[in-house]
């Protein structure tokens, strides 16, 4: 079986010392699924650019990041920050085509930038790119709420693949993701949101279902058909 899902996690200092974290039972949930998950600690901000921007993740179609985070980026280990701008920079370099969560209180706070993603892709002939989609998460978030949220999530997505016998998430899509989190959202679990890389359109679609349901909807049958989305 080939690898699926990358987690790459960040702990805070006392999550190591209460053993307060996402990534170990993430991954075993998706292993209980048969999905194929590495795991992986960087503790530092370089320490993750280094691992990001290394040749191992290009065999992931999706990478899942579980750090602290607020509205304004995300946090390491070390206490070294990262603000979303240059998390949008760093995802433009390493995630072309891929899958990104990030689990981080307040992710949703990170706005992807449509023309930034435009203008990498002219100046660099292609060799950075958007991602196909990002998660995030909309408030606070405890761990094992998030745990549950993304293990439900997870599951529900390689069910709807296997189904129709896709043969691994880089072909997942909107549609996928959506009914995916519509299973998230259902169980009562902390809302997960999502931007979809239109590529017809060259933008990002928000395709989160817990707003406005039946126009989320009308957006990704609209995607489908190719036609422009409002």
Request: aromatic share 10%; glycine share 4%; with cysteine.
């Amino acid at each position: 079986m080939t690898p699926e899902v990358l987690i790459i996690e960040s702990p805070g200092l006392d999550d190591f010392m209460t053993n307060d974290r996402v990534g170990p039972p993430l991954q075993q949930q998706l292993m209980l699924t048969r999905v194929v998950a590495n795991l992986m600690v960087a503790t530092r901000r370089e320490s993750f650019r280094e691992l990001m921007r290394g040749p191992h993740v290009a065999s992931f179609p999706i990478v899942h990041l579980s750090l602290h985070g607020d509205m304004s980026g995300i946090t390491f280990t070390d206490g070294k920050d990262m603000d979303w701008h240059q998390v949008q920079l760093e995802l433009h370099a390493w995630a072309a085509n891929k899958i990104v969560a990030i689990s981080a209180c307040e992710s949703a706070a990170f706005k992807l930038d449509d023309d930034l993603a435009k203008w990498l892709m002219s100046q660099t002939k292609g060799q950075y790119g958007p991602p196909r989609a990002v998660l995030t998460m909309l408030q606070k978030v405890y761990m094992p709420d998030a745990t549950l949220a993304w293990g439900l999530f997870y599951r529900r997505l390689y069910q709807r693949l296997a189904d129709r016998q896709a043969p691994s998430a880089s072909s997942a899509s909107a549609r996928d993701i959506y009914e995916s989190l519509r299973k998230v959202r259902a169980a009562g679990l902390p809302k997960i949101c999502c931007a979809f890389w239109y590529e017809p359109y060259q933008r990002f679609v928000n395709i989160t279902p817990w707003k406005d349901d039946e126009k989320t909807s009308q957006r990704i049958a609209a995607m489908e058909n190719g036609e422009p989305v409002l």
